[in-house]
C-alpha cells in the first residue's frame, strides 16, 4: 500500500532512551528522513539515511534501517524535555521528487 | 540556510471568501509543495510544482488551486473558503534530486469562521 505507518503515541522519561519506529512502503527507496515539528512550527529536517546504508549516527539521533522489512527507526538518546515534538518518516521512492510522509509520533517527554 | 517564508502565521477568513495563502523559497529549488496538516490524519498534499507554470495536483486538490509565476513563488488559493479548510498549511520546496528532502515554511494556521 501506500502508507507510510508510524505508531501515533510515545512516552518516556528524561534521561530515557527514546525509539520512534515506522514502516515503509517502497523497497525501492533512496533516502529515506526524520523530521521534527515543534507546537506551532514547520518541520524540521533532523537527518536522513541513504538506502544502501543499515546505520547513521549524529550525536544522539542514531537511525537505523532495515530494507528487508522496510523499517526504519530513530533513536534518542538522553531523552530531553525539549525534544517534545511530532516526529515524522519520510521515504523518497525515487519515481517522483515527492515525499510520502508518515502519520507522526508525538513524543512526550515527562521528568 | 535555505528559507522557505510563508507570509501569514495565522488567518481568519469568512465562509466564501477568496484567500490566498503565500510562499517564497530564496535557494533556487524547482520543486515546491503545499499540504495541510489535520490531527490523526498527518500531511496530505494539496498541490506540488515542478517549475514556473507547472502544477500537479495531489490528493486532496478539491477545493483549492495554485500560481506559481516565478521560479521562487508558489501560490496556495482557496477560491471559496469553507469551514473544513480550517487546518494548517504547510510549503516546502525541494532542490530536483531531493538528497536533502524539503525545507518547510513555518506553516499558516488558517480558521474560517
Known amino acids: 500500500g501506500e502508507d507510510v505507518e508510524q505508531s501515533l503515541f510515545l512516552s518516556v522519561r528524561e534521561g530515557d532512551s527514546s525509539v520512534i519506529n515506522c514502516t515503509y512502503t517502497d523497497s525501492s527507496s533512496t533516502y529515506l528522513y526524520w523530521y521534527k515539528q515543534e507546537p506551532g512550527a514547520g518541520l524540521q529536517l533532523l537527518t536522513y539515511?541513504?538506502?544502501?546504508?543499515d546505520m547513521k549516527q549524529d550525536q544522539r539521533l542514531t537511525v537505523l534501517l532495515n530494507k528487508k522489512d522496510k523499517h526504519l527507526s530513530l533513536r534518542i538518546a538522553d531523552t530531553q524535555t525539549g525534544d517534545s515534538a511530532i516526529y515524522f518518516c519520510a521515504e523518497n521512492t525515487g519515481n517522483t521528487d515527492k515525499l510520502i510522509f508518515g502519520t507522526g509520533t508525538r513524543l512526550q517527554v515527562f521528568p | 540556510d535555505v528559507k522557505v517564508t510563508q507570509s501569514s502565521r495565522y488567518l481568519v477568513k469568512r465562509t466564501g471568501e477568496k484567500v490566498f495563502l503565500e510562499c517564497v523559497q530564496d535557494?533556487?529549488?524547482?520543486?515546491m509543495f503545499w499540504y495541510r496538516q489535520d490531527p490523526g490524519l498527518g500531511l496530505r498534499l494539496i498541490y506540488f510544482s515542478y517549475d514556473v507554470k507547472m502544477k500537479e495536483k495531489g490528493d486532496i486538490p478539491e477545493g483549492y488551486s495554485v500560481s506559481r509565476e516565478k521560479k521562487e513563488r508558489f501560490s496556495l488559493i482557496l477560491e471559496s473558503a469553507s469551514t473544513n479548510q480550517t487546518s494548517m498549511y504547510l510549503c516546502?520546496?525541494?532542490?530536483?534530486?531531493?538528497?536533502?528532502?524539503?525545507?518547510f515554511g513555518s506553516g499558516t494556521r488558517l480558521t474560517v469562521v
Open positions: 516546502a520546496s525541494m532542490m530536483g534530486q531531493g538528497i536533502y528532502g524539503y525545507t
Open positions: 539515511i541513504f538506502s544502501n546504508m
Open positions: 535557494m533556487d529549488h524547482e520543486n
